[in-house]
Each structure stands twice: as C-alpha cells, then as structure tokens.
C-alpha cells in the first residue's frame, strides 16, 4: 500500500489520537489523482468536516512540488460523510504556472461527491507586509482544556452518548470563557480558545497546514450561536458546515500554541456567518478562516 506525503510516525510514545490524526492524513494513492482516505467518528455520526478539509487538502497537495504551498482553500459541504466507509479524493490539476499552482478536489463516497474545494499554491515570495494586532487575551497556561471542561459534564448526558462527548481529540483545546452546552446564556459573538497538536508533528509544512485545517473547523460555526444561547447540544437544532475557506498567511506549526479567535458578523435565514483569525503566541498572523453554517430551528412535537 503506498501512502501520499508522509512516512509512518514512530508512534511508540505518541498519544493513540495524535496517531489516529497522522493516520486520517496518510492517504493511499490508488493512481494518478486519485487517493483514498479512512474515516473516524470524531464528533458524531457524521464525517467531520475538519477531516475532509484536511484529507482534501493532503490530496491536492500531494500532486505539488514541495517548494510550493497552499496559500487559499475554499470548499463546499454537499452531503453528509459517512464515518463507516472510505473516502475517494479525486484531483483535478487545473492550472500549473509559474506563481500559482491550482487544484480542485472532489471528496466521493458511496459514488457521490460531498465535498469539493479548490486549493491554490504558491512558493514564498517577499512583499508589502501588514497585519491584524493579536487581541490582549489570556495565555493558554493553567486554563482548562476542552477535555476536562467536558468531562466534568458527562454526567448530564445518557450513558449512550456520554462516551462519544467526552472522547478526547488530537487537537488540545484551551477555550477562554467556555461556554456551558447545557446551560447557555446570551452573549456576543467573539470568542477566543488556544489549540494545539496534543504531540510533536514531523517537520512536513504541508502537514502543519493540513492539521490546522483539520483544526479550523472545531468551534468556528458555534459562534454564530452565541448570541442567542443556542448550542448543538439542544435536540430541536439542526445545523451543519455549508462551506469553509482558509487562507495561510505565515509559516505556522501546529504543535505550538495558536491563538484561534472567532467572531461572527451576522445570522440571518437559518444561516450563520463566522470569521476567524489564528496567530502563533508571538504574535503573528498565520491564518484566517471563513464559515457559514446552517443553525436552523425546528419545532420539537409536544410529549404526552
């Protein structure tokens, strides 16, 4: 089996979620352009769309020179993914030039296509340079992780759900001021939380940028929730990822502190808009990220 981008991971000390993360990322090349990758239940029954960002953008890597990376992602979420069955990663190259490299790729399952995105590529080049101030906000050391936060909730939910809400992920997330699922109040739409690799990464750009992705996508679409004390933990909301656009700004290492902060502009028409800023603790600006999400609430038949 001849996997795309990446070796085997010593993985004898690593954390089995850190392992499971690098394994999700180790596509198999099945022929020229076309990959395959596993899936995992990650969030719940559905395939996480942090997952098929990141396979997505391994794939169309994969078929690019190593000295160019991805400066932009922009995909739609078609279907939902079944976290049973593989996932097909077919890549058009649609442009090789001199500055840009571009490719679109279509994630497939059980024959139909539920994510398409085009990624563009390019070398590192010096230029004009300017910035967003990182915000004034607590450091991640002595705050609580989303794992403690979760299980110190568990016991408010039936045994059949508990396990997969407190299951503990490869991304370390440190929110500042979480929000109690259960217990929601009004407030506005920003937030703030610190993510990182729960382990050291191999030193692969590519891959940085491919966990990130896989990162982008925790907490982003609930900030549109904020402000009316709606959660995803309320059975009479359906909501879902409708697209999602990263852009890379600076080198970045996932397995360092990022500080991710959220805001979202507008809801409206059972949509949400949210925006979000990633900077490396010292300072720099490494990403940004864009998201609408459905939040749509529907009427739950009275008990009698």
Known sequence: MECCMMKKSKSMTMNPVMVELLTLLQLESLEVNLFRGQSRNIVGKNVFGGQVLAQCLMAAG?????????????????????????IIYEVDRLRDGKSFVNRQVTAIQHGQPIFVCSASF??????????????NVEGPEGLPNEFE???QLASLLPEKIRSSFVQERPIEIRPINPV????PTKQEPHRYHWMKAQDKLPDDPLLHQCALAFASDFALMGTAMLPHAVTFMQSNLQAASLDHSIWFHRPLRMDEWLLYEMDSPNANGGRGLNFGRIYSQDGRLVASTA??????????????
């Open 62 to 86: 994969s078929t690019v020179e190593k000295d160019r990376l991805a400066h932009s992602l922009h995909g739609y979420f078609l279907r939902a993914g079944d976290t049973t069955a593989p």
């Open 122 to 135: 390019a070398a590192h080049e010096e230029g004009l340079d300017h910035q967003a101030v990182m915000p």
């Open 149 to 151: 936060l979760r299980q």
């Open 180 to 183: 109690n699922p259960f217990a």
């Open 291 to 304: 998201q609408e999400g459905l939040m749509r609430l529907r009427e739950v038949p009275e008990k009698y």
